[in-house]
């Protein structure tokens, strides 16, 4: 018999187990993850792959992108230049370091709401005298 390593999900300093071949949106989500901003988190299209809303930037192991999955993301404005993938069309491998972005779409890598890492000193606001 040999072991199964379980995969880890890191997400805003969490860690989140599950099993390989666990869809990452279903996981984050039973995990209480914010996987969708503002008013993403009611229109959405609850995983079925066609609003881009549940768009992460991903290091580690998961599933590779399908044609379908790259055509949409084309759509999403600025997640081509992000590397980002969806959430609910990705199927965990093995460990995953998953950041959510600011805006609708997860692609506002101004907005001072980041997930999945810490702020650099420069996204950090300044003290004004």
């Given at each position: 018999?040999?072991?199964?390593?379980?995969?880890?999900?890191?997400?805003?300093?969490?860690?989140?187990?599950?099993?390989?071949?666990?869809?990452?949106?279903?996981?984050?989500?039973?995990?209480?993850a914010?996987?969708?901003?503002?008013?993403a988190?009611?229109?959405?299209?609850?995983?079925?792959?066609?609003?881009?809303?549940?768009?992460?930037?991903?290091?580690g192991?998961?599933?590779?992108?399908?044609?379908?999955?790259?055509?949409?993301l084309?759509?999403?404005?600025?997640?081509?230049?992000?590397?980002?993938?969806l959430?609910?069309?990705c199927?965990?491998?093995?460990?995953?370091?998953?950041?959510?972005?600011?805006?609708?779409?997860?692609?506002?890598?101004?907005?001072?709401?980041?997930?999945?890492?810490?702020?650099?000193?420069?996204?950090?606001?300044?003290?004004?005298?």
């Amino acid at each position: 018999m040999r072991f199964k390593p379980v995969p880890t999900i890191r997400f805003s300093n969490t860690a989140i187990s599950c099993d390989a071949g666990d869809n990452l949106r279903k996981v984050l989500l039973r995990s209480k993850a914010p996987v969708y901003n503002g008013i993403a988190r009611v229109v959405n299209c609850r995983g079925m792959g066609v609003c881009g809303m549940c768009a992460v930037r991903l290091r580690g192991s998961v599933s590779w992108p399908s044609r379908y999955e790259n055509a949409l993301l084309n759509l999403v404005p600025g997640a081509g230049t992000l590397g980002l993938r969806l959430a609910c069309l990705c199927t965990v491998h093995g460990d995953v370091s998953v950041e959510k972005f600011g805006g609708v779409w997860g692609t506002d890598t101004a907005a001072r709401r980041h997930f999945g890492r810490k702020p650099t000193s420069a996204e950090l606001p300044t003290q004004q005298h």
